[in-house]
């Protein structure tokens, strides 16, 4: 068997420093671009003066909107059907917004060069809260007027900051169960704007031949094959004659999905100079302008007996989408994920409704692990839930344990329509209450109090639906979400997988390797990966919403068991035996119960490049490949726990303890799989304590850097205590779930959780996070989040 | 301005803007790649050398200020590699107490690595890598100066550092297992 922790294949080229990561690449005769971007939220553009930048001695080009409009690449399509200005035409719509572009012989002087362009603005209101968005007398973001003739089909809303209304559930039968209700617990909470902030920032380095017609865009894309037809339709150059090349990646978490107007600015500015251009944006170009994450603003309500059985669930959501509709995530899907907000529960009756609007902030909006925003979902169950409990003066946990769903419910439909594959919930519960010694901990919170420390124990729970997904149910910009893998078989037994999906430090070069070896019954180091290439790999859309092992792993499965059903005929024509007399078993073809009449795949792959004569039918060779269209999604689940310690005289909270068990089904690397569950804690402790990308009200980001926007160090990071449980996906392949976002799906709630307990003698049911000293001390004065 | 460094080993002589960031110079002069930018503050610690025997942020240290100084980078921990120096990491008194030869070649290449790079790899102490050079460059230094750090040590030492990727933990394990080796007389 290969699975297990087996040493990664790419750390040999990370621990020596020879990554290739964009801004590595160098190519002869390449121009170094620079953005320069709107210090205004809001403001019509009056003038561009781009003659001083032009004279700049080296400087080669400078583009403006105007410039760009002539190529018809002033807009571009966005992953959600919205169409963005590369640069802006005549008004800008977000602080850091796109509005010409620099080319020169080196990046210093690309960026002197910006000091030298005169924009004059008109500046407009700017739209920076999304709760008034759509009070009347407010500014309209997307007007229509500025437009032109420029986006391919006119903006859908005009008039208006209202993107979409949606919604899901039964509204009747959960009113009627609310009615009918012991006991209501409401609350308003927001999800506050966050940024994946992968450590390498985004960028692009664009090679355009005139000679020959192709285009060799580098960048830095966790879906470059979705990133080659946006490409195609923007250049009019044929997809073809386009090669995508996604390199060594340094994190992702979706900030790396989307097409960005710097990538745009980069081909066009290497089509109209004929040399290469590299642009790489630097840490606050990352923080104002690319993908934000959440921004949500919720009102959360259950409905429960006063036994605490959960009868019903309703959200209201204001969704704020900034100034472009670029959340990536499939097309049917306005607010992702999100009526998924039943969570673990058995809960019979459900309703939702998202509001999607327009403010002048930048786009995006699903981004930084959050299973297309089951992160929002969760995290407003799992407040509910804590909030009912505190009602009711009942345990949070054995609140939770008395509505988790069985695992005789599965497979379970819940009331908003998805069909949870498996599950064994109780089982993980127990697990993390048992790891964490949950009796002990309240017994030692009772006991501190006594002498006025605060200590909070937090709990959530949380179901993921991940590997997006059935085609004919999910696709992004009209492409179904199925994914293709090519396996080839050399005459020696050695494999190469080609994989439509990008890692971004997962580990896919090793894990995939491993589904490979593992159903051929080669060594893990007898099989290579190839990725990130569109002129090499096979087309899929990419790595993002943990669906990289759900639908690409299920696809390489695939592929290397048609390889194996071809060693078969050519086993029998070797062993002369009929292929029907065949069983596979410990990695060869051998006829039934003849252990030493075994053939390997690497002799078996030797024969069917050889003479052997093979049946009528048989071509010969072992190659193959698979598209891997998913039935359903999968549904990892988890049992979480956060004990935390609060100064109630700072604010200061100090995160002790972090229990994390969590079932992703089969785990193929058991070391990678505990490493991305590493990561997602941390994020909760960054999401829940830290981060926010925040504004004033004149529409000035105020976290464009790392001083401002912060990120959990090693001293905030408490080791994690992990469990595991194994419920294998009924309708995978290989069993496996996905684990890449579990949690910071789901810890962000725990480690709320805990600070609402700690805090609950001062009477705090909620707080909003970021819970910072600012906000904690906020919420014990009875203050809101933000208050001054 | 006309500035010699000493990097991993080797002097490099450029005429450089006085303006020019030490990351820029060692990425875009030197064509050492291996140190990253990543945050221009001074918070992400993604360009983390050495500048003498002292670990520093290279996004904020002029070139011009390495002038007749030595540098050391990732592409110079592991001997035998291209751009490495035997002597890298030795302090000037010669008391450099780590011994990359004592564990011969490594299974993850041909070079004889460093054991910090040896660690990094065994305990899944990186996954994107970005962060990877710079971390390393100070665990190197941390085990020089502290060859048997605490738990709380090692993640002081690399408290002005920013991962995404891995929570710490395994960074922090990396460190520690690569003080097993750095002490004499280790395991």
Not at chain 1, 767 to 779: G, H, I, R, S, Y
Request: net charge negative.
């Amino acid at each position: 068997m290969a699975y297990g922790s087996h040493p990664r294949k790419e750390d040999a080229r990370f621990i020596r420093g020879q990554g290739t990561y964009i801004d590595d690449i160098t190519l002869p005769g390449m121009l170094h671009g620079a953005v320069l971007r709107s210090p205004l939220a809001h403001a019509r553009i009056e003038s561009v003066d781009t003659l001083a930048a032009s004279a700049h001695p080296k400087v080669a080009a400078v583009f403006t909107g105007a410039d760009l409009r002539q190529r018809g690449m002033a807009w571009m399509p966005t992953l959600f059907g919205d169409t963005q200005a590369v640069l802006a035409t005549d008004k800008v719509v977000f602080q850091g917004q796109e509005v010409a572009f620099v080319v020169a012989t080196d990046r210093y002087a690309a960026r002197d060069a910006l000091e030298l362009i005169d924009v004059e603005y008109e500046p407009l209101p700017p739209v920076m809260d999304a709760r008034k968005a759509l009070d009347a007398g407010t500014s309209v973001v997307r007007d229509g007027v500025s437009w032109g003739d420029d986006p391919p089909e006119p903006p859908r809303n005009l008039r208006t900051n209202r993107i979409f209304d949606w919604s899901a559930g039964d509204a009747a039968a959960t009113d009627a169960a609310f009615a009918a209700a012991d006991v209501v617990v409401s609350c308003d909470m927001s999800y506050p704007r966050s940024h994946p902030a992968p450590l390498e920032t985004c960028g692009a380095l664009a090679s355009f031949d005139p000679t020959t017609g192709r285009l060799t865009v580098w960048a830095t894309s966790q879906a470059p094959h979705a990133h080659r037809v946006i490409y195609a339709g923007l250049t009019g150059i044929p997809e073809h004659k386009i090669r995508v090349v996604s390199p060594d990646l340094g994190g992702g978490f979706g900030a790396k999905v989307p097409v960005y107007p710097g990538y745009v600015c980069a081909i066009a500015a290497s089509m109209a100079t004929g040399r290469p251009v590299k642009w790489v944006e630097d840490r606050s170009e990352s923080l104002m302008s690319t993908t934000f994450a959440r921004d949500y603003h919720m009102h959360g309500e259950i409905a429960a007996t006063s036994s605490g059985r959960i009868l019903a669930l309703r959200a209201r959501v204001l969704a704020d989408h900034g100034a472009f509709n670029a959340a990536a995530q499939p097309s049917k899907y306005p607010a992702g994920f999100f009526s998924i907000f039943t969570g673990s529960y058995d809960i019979a009756a459900a309703y939702c409704e998202v509001t999607g609007v327009h403010t002048n902030k930048a786009p995006g909006g699903v981004a930084y692990s959050c299973s297309f925003r089951i992160t929002e979902a969760v995290y407003l169950v799992e407040r509910l839930t804590d909030m009912l409990a505190r009602r009711l003066s009942m345990d949070p946990a054995s609140l939770r344990m008395q509505n988790l769903l069985r695992p005789s419910q599965f497979p379970h439909v819940s009331p908003t329509g998805w069909e949870y594959d498996s599950g064994d919930y109780p089982r993980a519960l127990s697990m993390a209450l048992s790891l964490a010694g949950y009796a002990d901990l309240r017994r030692e919170q009772a006991e501190r109090r006594t002498r006025g420390e605060y200590m909070g124990i937090g709990i959530s729970f949380f179901t993921e639906a991940v590997g997006a997904g059935p085609r004919a149910h999910m696709d992004i910009m009209g492409l179904g979400m199925a994914d293709g893998a090519d396996l080839r078989i050399h005459p020696s037994g050695k494999a190469v997988l080609s994989i439509s999906v990008q890692t971004q430090g997962q580990g896919h070069e090793t894990t995939f390797a491993q589904i490979v070896a593992s159903e051929l019954g080669l060594s893990v180091d007898d099989v290579e990966v190839v990725h990130g290439d569109t002129d090499r790999t096979p087309f899929g859309l990419g790595t993002y919403g943990s669906r990289s092992t759900p639908v690409s792993g299920a696809a390489a499965a695939v592929a290397a068991r048609r390889v194996r059903e071809r060693a078969r005929l050519v086993a029998a024509a070797l062993l002369e035996v009929s292929s029907d007399d065949l069983e596979w078993a410990d990695g060869k073809w051998q006829v039934r119960g003849d252990p030493d009449s075994g053939v390997g795949i690497a002799s078996l792959a030797r024969a069917a490049h050889s003479s052997l004569e093979l049946p009528p039918g048989v071509d010969g060779h072992l190659d193959a490949s698979a598209v891997y269209n998913p039935p359903n999604l999968t549904f990892p689940f988890g049992a979480y726990i956060c004990v935390s310690d609060v100064d109630v005289l700072t604010g200061e909270v100090r995160v002790r303890r972090l229990i994390a068990v969590d079932d992703c089904g089969v785990r193929i690397n058991p070391m990678i799989v505990e490493g991305q569950i590493h990561r997602g804690l941390a994020d909760g402790i960054g999401i829940a304590l830290m981060q926010a990308i925040t504004f004033d009200s004149s529409g000035n980001c105020l976290s464009g850097s790392f001083m401002d926007y912060l990120l959990p160090t090693a001293l905030e990071c408490p080791s994690p205590e992990l469990g595991a449980t194994v419920t294998p996906s009924p309708h995978h392949p290989i069993g496996a779930k996905g684990i890449g976002e579990s949690a910071t799906v789901g810890s962000p709630a725990a480690v709320v959780n805990s600070v609402v307990d700690a805090l609950a003698p001062f009477g705090v049911t909620h707080a909003d996070m970021p819970l910072t000293p600012a906000n904690v001390w906020l919420a014990i004065q009875g203050r809101p989040a933000g208050d001054t | 301005m006309k500035i010699t460094v000493t990097v991993n080993a080797v002097d490099h002589t450029r005429d450089v803007e006085p303006r020019l960031l030490l990351i820029h110079f060692l990425r875009d002069e030197l064509g050492l790649t291996g140190s990253h930018w990543g945050c221009d503050t001074s918070n992400c610690g993604a360009c983390v050398v050495w500048l003498d025997e002292t670990p520093v942020k290279s996004c904020t240290v002029l070139a011009v200020m390495a002038d007749g100084h030595r540098v050391t980078t990732v592409e110079g921990l592991a001997s035998g590699s291209q751009d490495s120096a035997s002597q890298h990491g030795a302090s000037q008194d010669g008391a450099s107490q780590h011994g990359a030869s004592q564990h011969g070649a490594s299974p993850y290449g041909a070079d004889v690595l460093d054991p910090v790079q040896e660690a990094f790899a065994e305990c899944h102490g990186l996954q994107c890598g970005f962060c990877t050079p710079g971390m390393m460059m100070t665990a190197r230094w941390l085990l020089d100066n502290n060859p048997a750090p605490t738990e709380a040590e090692v993640r002081e030492a690399i408290s002005g550092q920013v991962c995404r990727c891995t929570g710490y933990e395994n960074i922090v394990k990396s460190i520690l297992r690569a003080s097993s080796r750095t002490i004499p007389g280790g395991s």
